[in-house]
């Protein structure tokens, strides 16, 4: 069932508040993709909302469907809804089933929001202390290789299966390891470390 919210007009928002949720999300999944590599097209996105467990993703029992959950700390906030739907259309581009995702895709996901939301509406940052720090992880190793991530997902698409031996195919050699430590590290242990 796929659905559409639009974002009311209020005072401080731009026209672009005037765009559907998956008008939002078409244009993110784009940019990410062009940017990191295609996303796994096994899944379809069958709806986005908000939800009180959100944001997060969400899979629904039918096989191959994903939705994303917004917080509802985002209703009627153009800059948090599209900073949330930009850090979840990250997990898009390799849907992990609920496995245990790595600090590299969640510190890509803040950094992508981040950057998106500045970009497109405004200035929004991770509202988390791991969030910020795996955000800053991922900003110093493409700090050495700008083209990391599209490089690692050349070798392994999937970011939750990927290792040392996907940075070393991949040629990522003299990424610092204390970095690729942390960026290797589920993002479950990272925050409690």
Partial sequence: ???????????????????????????????????????????????????????????????????????????????????????????????????????????LATKFSEDYVAENVSVVTAFNKHYASAAADVRNLLSIHPDAVKQLRAIEPAFYKMNRETFEQAGLLDVPPPLLDRLLMSFRDYCTN
Wanted: proline residues 7%.
């Fill in 1 to 107: 069932m796929e659905q559409s919210f639009n974002i009311s007009q209020s005072a401080n928002f731009e026209p672009a508040a005037t765009r559907t949720l998956a008008d939002w999300a078409e244009s993110i999944v784009y940019t990410a993709e062009s940017l990191y590599g295609p996303r796994d097209k096994r899944y379809t996105l069958s709806n986005i909302g908000f939800a009180e467990n959100g944001p997060c993703i969400w899979y629904p029992p039918i096989a191959g469907h994903i939705e994303i959950r917004l917080g509802p700390n985002a209703l009627g906030r153009l800059d948090l809804t599209v900073y949330q739907l930009a850090h979840e259309c990250i997990h898009l581009l390799s849907p992990s089933g609920d496995a245990d995702g790595l600090t590299l895709e969640e510190g």
